[in-house]
């Protein structure tokens, strides 16, 4: 069965360190995937999507994700964390199999340390 | 551009009153349609979704109910809330997988409290 698995329910970086959220997913074909972030009290915004083209997708905000079909990972980085990071982060993937409906991780809140 | 409303953005409403929330989309014709909950604390759970004026498919059985009356607008129900209805509600849509511009809009969400 599909599955997106988000390592750490929380995060905390330093400002200005390296910012890494992990996912991974199981799925018996390409999938898409998705980063979504998430304010308090707001609705979901798309970070970046991977859909088959590049397998390093750049997003808003300084964000990337890197497709890896061997790892069967789709983790989220950025090289310098900012104090408006702080946020929580979905990670989510769609496929033929499931109906195209999208498939969530339990989210990663992540937290800034000034 | 394609834009998604949803409203009202907080709500509170006694137990055992009814609920009605309303999503529209605006910019694009046929799309996929999506309500989702979001307990505290918790992941996002699928409720309802839709293809199609009419066509609706519940994926949690519930007192909610969903109905999509024209085709850019989403309508999530209920006839007696419980205490367990309180929660964050987002509405979504999605354009066909596969198309060029694949992927999934949110609304701002309705924070529901049922007291």
């Known amino acids: 069965a599909q599955s997106v698995t988000q390592l750490g329910s929380h995060v905390s970086v330093s400002e200005g360190a390296l910012v890494l959220l992990r996912c991974n997913y199981s799925s018996s074909v390409p999938p898409y995937l998705f980063w979504y972030v998430q304010y308090p009290n707001q609705g979901l915004q798309l970070l970046l999507k991977?859909?088959?083209?590049a397998t390093l997708v750049k997003g808003i905000n300084g964000f990337e994700a890197e497709f890896k079909k061997s790892e069967t990972s789709f983790h989220l980085t950025k090289p310098s964390a900012h104090m408006s990071d702080a946020a929580e982060y979905f990670c989510?993937?769609?496929?033929?199999?499931?109906?195209?409906?999208?498939?969530w991780g339990a989210g990663t809140k992540l937290i800034i340390k000034p | 551009s394609q834009t998604i409303h949803q409203w009202p953005a907080t709500l509170v409403q006694p137990v055992g009153s009814p609920l009605s929330l309303e999503c529209t989309v605006e910019?694009?014709?046929?799309?996929?349609l999506y309500w989702y909950r979001q307990a505290a604390g918790r992941g996002l759970q699928l409720l309802f979704y839709s293809v199609g004026i009419g066509q609706i498919s519940s994926e949690v059985p519930q007192n909610l109910s969903a109905s999509r009356p024209q085709d850019r607008q989403f309508i999530l129900s209920s006839k007696k809330l419980l205490l367990s209805d309180s929660g964050f509600y987002l509405c979504a849509w999605s354009t066909l997988a596969g198309s060029p511009n694949y992927g999934y809009t949110f609304g701002s969400g309705t924070r529901l409290t049922v007291v």
């Open positions: 989510a993937v769609s496929e033929k199999d499931s109906n195209y409906q999208l498939i």
């Open positions: 910019g694009t014709s046929n799309p996929n």
């Open positions: 991977y859909t088959s083209a």
